[in-house]
Every structure is written in structure tokens, then in C-alpha cells.
């Protein structure tokens, strides 16, 4: 299989199945030495080339995965990742507290509770209040980190020991993009 690099992608290099992509908005690096295949690129082309030989059904269904990887890592550096996520009450108004680093969060308030929840965002996340009225949004560069960090703040809002039917609050993903739009 391979991939055509995208338009703004500067530089992806590839050392010993460890792959660098570099982009407008920075570096991205990830290593597949778990994954037995061969991973090369052509600079001229501007193409990565992955190739196994002799695998299962199994193994090579971890092809594709890989390419989707490379690929994500092109988009994150070029476009980036966004991720909105909006509060959701009945009755009690979360609280949410965002550090001047912009990487930790803490949640108030939740179900009239008084612990304070604080979840920690992944290297590469950043979060930041939204001019709508109860959200907040996610960015980073690696849709993994992001993806994570979203759930954790999720998570964390969870109910428990209630009637999940009847107690719908919490903070949930409400839509996923990309920093720079596409015209």
C-alpha cells in the first residue's frame, strides 16, 4: 500500500520503522516496530510506501491501519484536530476552570457535588472556552491525545449509582473537525 503525501507537508522521514512527519504546525513522530512490514519513503514522489510479504489475513488487515495513522498524522500537521464539547445539566450549572496553561482542567459543581474534579489534558492538547455559553474546545495536533483527553473529561462526568435515564448530565463530544477549514 502506499500514500501520497498532502499538499503542505514539509518532510516525512522514516528510520527504522519510526515515522516523522513534519508540517506548517509542527512535528508529529510515531513508532511501528510492533508491526512486521516494510516502511519506506520517496521524497521525490512524495510518497510512503508500506509492504509485507508473506502475512496472514490478520496481518496484513494492520496495513491499512498503519497508512490510516501516517495519514492522520499529515492531517495534524497541516490542518490539525478540534474537537467541541458541550456541557449538559438539569438542574445544577457545571463549573468549568481552565488553567493559564491551557492543559488542565477543573470541573465544579457537577450534580451539586463539592469535589472537584481536575483532568489533565495529553502532551499536545490544548483547551479553550468557546463564545457559545457552556462548551468547551479541544485542539492539538495528534487526533489520538485529543481523542483521549476527550474522553477522560467525559468519563469523569460520569453518573453513577442514578438512574442514567433520568440523569443525562455530564460533558460530551458534540462535534469533531479540523482547526483549518477547508474553503
Known amino acids: 500500500m502506499s500514500i501520497n ?8 522521514s522514516i528510520r527504522s520503522r519510526t515515522v516523522t512527519v513534519t508540517g506548517p504546525r509542527g512535528t508529529l513522530t510515531r513508532s511501528f516496530k510492533t508491526v512486521s512490514a516494510d516502511i519506506y519513503g520517496d521524497k521525490k514522489a512524495k510518497k510512503v ?3 509485507m510479504w508473506f502475512g496472514s489475513s490478520k496481518q496484513t488487515a494492520v496495513l491499512r491501519t ?5 495519514k492522520n498524522m499529515m492531517i495534524g500537521v497541516t490542518k490539525g484536530f478540534q474537537y467541541k464539547m458541550k456541557f449538559v445539566y438539569a438542574h445544577f450549572p ?7 496553561a491551557k492543559d488542565v482542567i477543573e470541573i465544579r459543581n457537577f450534580l451539586g457535588e463539592k469535589v472537584i474534579r ?3 489534558m495529553l502532551e499536545g492538547v490544548t483547551i479553550d472556552r468557546s463564545e457559545v455559553k457552556d462548551e468547551i474546545i479541544l485542539e492539538s495536533n495528534n487526533v489520538e491525545n485529543l481523542g483521549t483527553s476527550a474522553s477522560q ?7 453513577r449509582n442514578k438512574d442514567i435515564r433520568k440523569f443525562l448530565d455530564g460533558i460530551y463530544v458534540s462535534e469533531k473537525g479540523l482547526v483549518v477549514k477547508d474553503e
Not at 5 to 12: A, C, N, P, S, Y
Not at 94 to 100: L, Q, T, Y
Open 66 to 70: 498503519v497508512c490510516t495513522h501516517i
Open 153 to 159: 473529561i467525559q468519563q469523569i462526568t460520569k453518573v
Open 49 to 51: 510506501s508500506i509492504d
Open 118 to 120: 481536575r483532568v489533565p
Open 5 to 12: 503525501w498532502l499538499e503542505d507537508v514539509e518532510d516525512v
Open 94 to 100: 457545571v463549573n468549568v476552570n481552565i488553567s493559564d
